[in-house]
């Protein structure tokens, strides 16, 4: 990793910077009665691949004992990956906001959460997001806590997604942050975001004792997003008991979220990102054409091209430099509260990283999903 020079100092130095923003700016305006509201979704989805396995199929040794199994070709990406009729998830959200102070606790269970919520272990956990706010100004607010990345287009939510399947872009980015920042709405359509985080994942303390920095900046609905810092330790006692410190390359991404109203019914939606860490990572860039037809129906496609630098594991097909083309074409029908998403997916990989029906290496993969989504 690029050593960070007077690494303390600066953690000190920003930390501090923010509390004292904190503490020297207050809004002038009267209290509004509180505002206290509890929401969330359920999903469900059914999947299954036009060209791969659609069962677990075990694999026996020469005594006939299962050794193993081949599993359902999915993917290569978070979330919707099951066959056939599968769970989501629940995700309960409780909030709580008046003029100045507020508090959300965004809880998930079921298969789609634990897949998206670690603890500072790596184990599933059940707290999405947990974090309280303040703000200080009527242009500034600070938030404590965990909340989720301000990276890339797509969300842990599927009722904020268009899309019920994910990109690679968003499940090989951050998911997740723990920390402290600052949102400044710095007028005429501009807006920054600073923060101070615990290394990726860690969400509920910080083991390393590392700090990663954040930064956004928008205008207009377009946002610049960047991060930077040690996600490992950088020291460890041999087996003699002595301190050994090692000089860890920091990780870092830079992003671009943004979209347009290219006429009052079709939206473009575009996203790019680059991750680098000790010359491992990834890059990408999708594209998300919405069309809506009526006040009931929309439809939409995600071209995404994705590609890992080195042998960054992403992809999954062990060949360095690696990458992926997938087309997602998605149908969303609105029914109330309800939302019917049929999806077909189509995954394109530089290497044989599918298994066809026949559990033959393919470089390809098709998919269908019907997923539903209802909002509370």
Do not use: C
Not at 165 to 185: E, N, Q, R
Not at 288 to 300: K, M, W
Not at 341 to 346: A, D
Request: hydrophobic share 40%; no cysteine; aromatic share 16%.
């Amino acid at each position: 990793m690029k050593t960070i020079i007077n690494t303390k100092y600066i953690k000190n130095l920003v930390f501090a910077i923010m509390v004292l923003v904190s503490f020297t700016v207050f809004g002038q305006e009267e209290e509004t009665k509180p505002k206290f509201e509890f929401s969330g979704t359920v999903d469900a989805y059914y999947r299954a691949n036009f060209n791969g396995l659609n069962k677990e199929i075990p694999v026996l040794d020469e005594d006939g004992e299962t050794e193993g199994v081949f599993v359902p070709a999915a993917p290569g990406t978070s979330f919707a990956n099951d066959p056939g009729f599968a769970i989501g998830m629940v995700n309960l959200i409780a909030s709580y906001e008046s003029e100045k102070v507020g508090f959300v606790a965004d809880l998930v269970f079921g298969p789609r959460g634990e897949d998206a919520v670690f603890n500072s272990f790596g184990s599933p956990a059940i707290v999405n997001q947990l974090y309280v706010f303040w703000n200080v100004g009527e242009n500034t607010r600070l938030t404590f806590g965990n909340f989720n990345t301000f990276l890339g287009y797509e969300v842990i939510s599927p009722s904020a997604n268009f899309n019920y399947s994910t990109s690679y872009m968003f499940s090989y980015g951050p998911f997740s942050h723990t920390g402290i920042k600052a949102d400044f709405d710095l007028g005429n359509d501009w807006s920054a975001m600073l923060a101070v985080l615990n290394p990726t994942d860690f969400t509920d303390f910080n083991p390393l004792g590392e700090i990663s920095f954040g930064a956004q900046l928008g205008y207009s609905g377009q946002f610049l997003n960047l991060i930077y810092g040690n996600q490992s330790g950088d020291e460890f006692v041999n087996a003699d008991g002595a301190l050994i410190e090692v000089d860890n390359e920091a990780l870092f991404q830079i992003d671009f979220t943004g979209g347009f109203d290219i006429t009052e019914k079709f939206f473009l939606g575009i996203n790019a990102t680059y991750q680098d860490t000790d010359d491992l990572g990834f890059y990408g860039v999708a594209l998300y054409p919405q069309l809506t037809t009526s006040d009931n129906f929309a439809i939409g496609l995600r071209g995404e091209y994705f590609a890992e630098s080195g042998s960054f594991g992403a992809i999954g097909t062990g060949v360095e430099d690696s990458s992926v083309f997938a087309v997602t074409l998605t149908g969303s029908a609105t029914i109330g509260d309800l939302i019917i998403k049929p999806e077909i997916r189509l995954d394109s990989a530089s290497e044989d990283f599918f298994l066809d029906s026949d559990l033959n290496p393919s470089d390809s993969l098709a998919s269908f999903i019907l997923a539903a989504v209802y909002s509370f």
